[in-house]
Every structure is written in structure tokens, then in C-alpha cells.
């Protein structure tokens, strides 16, 4: 049995976030460790599914972003404050106050640190856009996650594929690499991320058993960044998916809509030292 779906990109981090809650590294560090959710639209539906409940405001769970201008960065007060969770119990950090960085020395191999990617190709290699020289939120967790055992979780939506290696980007990209009047908004660098990938096709394996691949990805209005996705196996299989993705599309999740930021409230155009790495946004 065989049947095709199309998801919106809101949709597809939905039935994401549904897959990662579900898997046992996940459920064990719920009841007795710690899940450090980084600062990204995919972790705000993660974070939804975790606590039961949704955000104030899902769009501002994110600290950098991309907008039909170019690559941007949400200044501090309009960023979602981010969750912690310690055996089940809520810790909610506003900008001034940290990240998971605060709770990464005491992790180990038993818990779990999810943060989506900008990019996955072909081979389902990941990597991250960073601005900062020192990587920002993955550079600060990378080196625990590696060196201790952290579960990295990556919530990617086969709208970020990419049609070339991950480690071509790595080597090509840099901030030092690029000019300021030839880029839109902020220069970066990519960071490689080692983890654990959960792409719509995960999802729908692991919660359903079916097989899934994607045979189209676009759109527009809606449906811009749409993935369109052959689903197939027997027909229970089949079913389920139908069902869940069904359940998901008749929830009518909101649009993300870029946090209302400008130029001239951007604390890394506006800083002596952080202005050389954002051209703004060119007319």
C-alpha cells in the first residue's frame, strides 16, 4: 500500500517533535536526567510536546534565523526564554541568564541536548550555520557532547537537504572567507553536528513503521518549503501514517513568521565588535 503526503514545514517539525519525545533516550532523560533544548523553531515544537503544553509565542523560541532578506539574529528581548528540563521539572533561562551550558558539566551519557541544524545532504550529514567565532550555542555544547557521551538529538526537515557534502560546505564557508558587500545580513561559518537525525521519514518509521521518502519539496503561499512525501508498506503501516499525518494537518498549525527585528535594533550591527561579521541587508 502506498500513499503521498504533503507537509508544511510547521507540519513537518510537528510530527518531529511527536517522534523525538517518543524515543527512549528521550523518555529516560525526562524521568531521571536532563534534556537541554537549544534556540530553534524545531526544538519550540520538541519543547511543546515535553511539557504538554504550547509556547507563548513558538516563532521567538530562536536566536538566528533565515528570512527572504538574508541570514539574521533575534535580539535577546524578543527570544522565547529556553527550557531546561531537570527529571521532569522546568527550567525556563531568559537570554541574560544562560543556555544549557549551565547544567552541560553534569551531563553524561544519559542525557540529551536537541538542537536542529540549517543543512543535511545527501548522506544525512548535518551541519549548522554559526555566526560567532566561538560557534554560539553548539560550540559551547559540542566539545561535552563528544567528550562525554551526550546524546545529540537533530531535528532536520528534508526541506533543509542540500544537494552537496556537508564537509564542502565546512571547508568553503568561513567568516574571514566572505565580504561584507557581498552578503546578505550576517557572515558564517558551518559547524559539522555529530548526532542522532530525525527527519520527517524518521518520524514516520519510528511512530508508525512505515517507510517514507520525500518525491518533491516546495511551493508557494503555504505551501512554500513544503515536502511532499511517498509513504508506503503494508497497510496497516500505512494507515497509521495516514491517520497521524491527518491528526497533524487538521490541527492547522500556525505560520513562523520571522521575529520583527531591524537593523537598527540589532545588537550585532549596532556593536563595534560584532559589527564587521552583518552587511545588514542589501537594497
Known amino acids: 500500500m502506498k500513499a503521498t503526503a504533503t507537509l508544511t514545514p510547521e507540519e513537518s517539525k510537528r510530527l518531529i517533535a511527536r517522534a523525538i519525545v517518543e524515543l527512549d533516550i528521550v523518555k529516560r532523560a525526562k524521568k531521571s536526567g536532563?534534556?537541554?533544548?537549544a534556540r530553534c523553531t524545531s526544538c519550540g515544537y520538541v519543547a511543546e510536546e515535553l511539557i504538554g503544553r504550547p509556547l507563548k509565542d513558538r516563532g521567538r523560541?530562536?536566536?538566528?534565523?533565515?528570512?527572504?532578506k538574508g541570514l539574521c539574529a533575534t535580539p535577546s528581548s524578543l527570544q522565547e526564554k529556553l527550557l531546561v528540563l531537570e527529571k521532569g521539572q522546568e527550567v525556563w533561562l531568559d537570554y541574560t541568564q544562560g543556555n544549557v551550558s549551565n547544567f552541560i558539566e553534569r551531563m553524561g551519557c544519559h542525557d540529551v541536548i536537541v538542537k536542529s541544524g540549517n543543512a543535511i545532504d545527501p548522506e544525512g550529514n548535518v551541519g549548522c550555520l554559526v555566526a560567532a567565532p566561538n560557534a554560539g550555542e553548539i560550540g559551547a555544547y559540542l566539545p561535552h557532547i563528544l567528550a562525554?557521551?551526550?546524546n545529540l538529538v537533530i531535528p532536520m526537515t528534508l526541506n533543509k537537504t542540500v544537494a552537496v557534502p556537508i564537509r564542502r560546505i565546512v571547508g568553503s564557508l568561513g567568516i574571514s572567507r566572505l565580504e561584507l558587500n557581498r552578503t546578505h545580513g550576517l557572515l558564517c561559518g558551518m559547524m559539522p553536528m555529530p548526532g542522532l537525525v530525525v527527519t520527517e521519514a524518521e518520524a514516520l518509521r519510528q511512530l508508525t513503521g512505515a517507510e517514507a521518502f520525500p518525491?518533491?519539496?516546495?511551493?508557494?503561499g503555504r505551501g512554500a518549503?513544503?515536502?511532499?512525501?511517498?509513504?508506503?508498506?503494508?497497510?496497516?503501516q500505512v494507515e497509521r501514517a495516514w491517520r497521524l499525518v491527518q491528526q497533524i494537518k487538521s490541527a492547522n498549525e500556525a505560520s513562523l513568521n520571522c521575529p520583527p527585528?531591524?537593523?537598527q535594533d540589532c545588537y550585532i550591527r549596532n556593536s563595534p565588535?560584532?559589527?564587521?561579521?552583518?552587511?545588514?541587508?542589501?537594497?
Open 34 to 37: 536532563t534534556i537541554g533544548l
Open 61 to 68: 523560541y530562536i536566536s538566528g534565523f533565515i528570512c527572504d
Open 148 to 150: 562525554k557521551g551526550i
Open 215 to 220: 518525491v518533491a519539496v516546495g511551493g508557494i
Open 225 to 236: 518549503g513544503a515536502v511532499v512525501l511517498l509513504i508506503q508498506g503494508d497497510d496497516e
Open 261 to 263: 527585528t531591524t537593523c
Open 273 to 283: 565588535e560584532m559589527g564587521a561579521r552583518c552587511s545588514g541587508f542589501q537594497g
